[in-house]
């Protein structure tokens, strides 16, 4: 009689951070035990992969209360002695900017593979320094590029790859939200955020993501003009304590992508939203253009556009909402961050390149650190090509 059941392949994760509010929701509770709890995913061959995760951190009662709440066996405030056990695999890191490369220092140190947030150092410099380190080490790495699995923009790559925009043109993209001071309202975002000694401020936060949404759809970044503010100078922090935010809060980008095109990208927290959703980027090409953000996305070809005539003396007829389309949600999609992480398990289970690697992060981070530069010198960067030999 033969056995059909599928081998099963449970692979050991470090989380590192998996109590912060990313860690958390996003890494742990949305991707690592939605994994768990489907009893894994399959791959090609039939091969079923499960996880089983390790919390790791600097609060035990915290860890613990995390463990008994999701059903988690095990987890230690002991970060070396989660390297040096070899039935952890995978080490990820979830922790603030100024926490990573130290961590993932160890982790390449012990020969674990890594998958991390970014940035993925506070410098260049840094950023390529680790990802030769892993390199040498012969060391697998995956960096997060979450925002390429949104459902919006993976309706956006469908409409690249099939030729809709023709020659894209430009693009121009909106995100934010007002973030609340702290003082009579409870801030969304962690008051380090606001605090460049910290590693705050939103060119380093968002600049990283901005860097592999436009080298992955229209082409990598050649050049940047950037202007920051901080709009808000004073805001309470968790405690209600009032204190100065040294950090932007807002950023304003120009950035010439290879292949010709233009993109514009304001990033606040200091915004009110007038938008359908959170992010929304307007891609304009010589056959088509579209409207994508985090789920929708609609477009207007060519032979449906509307031919408007500026005339300020006389009010304007077109409905414009109406001239466009809704692009149909043909497919299932799973949360972005699970959908990466599963894409990650099985390049690191069947031995295949990883796209998404350190020196994809570095790039993150050389446009955060050329983005920053333009704002102090008021001038354009442009953006050598990177490598590690």
């Known amino acids: 009689m033969t056995d059909n059941t599928p081998a099963v392949r449970e692979i050991g994760i470090i989380m ?29 061959d039939g ?21 008994k709440r999701h059903g988690i066996e095990d987890y230690t405030t002991d970060l070396d002695a989660a390297l040096a056990d070899p039935k952890w695999e995978i080490y990820g890191d979830f922790l603030v900017t100024k926490a990573r490369s130290s961590a993932l220092r160890k982790a390449i140190a012990a ?25 040498d080490a012969g060391v697998k790495a995956g960096v997060v590029h ?9 309706k956006l790559k469908r409409l690249i790859d099939s030729g809709f925009f023709g020659r894209i043109l430009s693009v121009r993209g909106e995100f934010g939200y007002w973030v609340f001071e702290g003082d009579w309202q409870p801030a969304q975002r962690p008051s380090w955020n606001y605090r460049s000694e910290d590693g705050g401020g939103i060119i380093v936060d968002m600049f990283p993501h901005w860097n592999y949404v436009l080298e992955n759809l ?12 901080t709009h808000i100078p004073e805001r309470w922090d968790e405690n209600g304590e009032k204190y100065t935010a040294t950090a932007d809060d807002a ?4 950035f010439e992508l290879e292949g010709g095109a233009i993109a514009q990208i304001n990033s606040s927290w200091t915004t009110r939203v007038n938008r359908d959703e959170l992010v929304e980027f307007h891609v ?73 690697d350190l020196l994809a992060g570095a790039r993150g981070v050389q446009l955060a650190e050329a983005g920053l530069e333009s704002d102090r010198t008021g001038s354009k960067v442009s953006l050598p ?3 590690l030999d």
Do not use: C
């Open 111 to 135: 020969g674990k593979t890594i998958y991390t947030e970014k940035p993925t150092a506070e410098s260049l410099e840094e950023s390529l320094e680790i990802a030769k380190l892993a390199k």
């Open 284 to 356: 304009d090409g010589t056959l088509g253009s579209a409207v994508v953000g985090l789920f929708g996305a609609k477009v207007q070809p060519r032979i449906a556009t509307p031919k408007p005539v500026w005339n300020p003396d006389l009010e304007d007829t077109i409905d414009y909402d109406a001239t466009w389309q809704d692009v149909p949600t043909n497919d299932v999609f799973l949360n972005g961050f699970r959908q990466q992480w599963q894409e990650f398990l099985t390049s690191y289970v069947t031995g295949t390149d990883y796209e998404y």
């Open 385 to 387: 090509k990177l490598a």
């Open 16 to 44: 590192n951070g998996a109590s912060g509010r990313m860690g958390y929701r996003q890494h742990l509770v949305r991707s690592i035990l939605a994994i768990r709890d489907e009893g894994g995913f399959e791959l090609p």
């Open 218 to 229: 229209f082409g990598s970044v050649e050049s940047v003009y950037a202007k920051t503010a």
């Open 47 to 67: 091969t079923k992969v499960t996880v089983r995760p390790l919390l790791v951190g600097r609060s035990e009662a915290k860890l613990a209360e995390i463990a």
């Open 251 to 254: 950023a304003y980008g120009v």
């Open 146 to 154: 979450d925002k390429l699995y949104l459902p919006g923009l993976q």
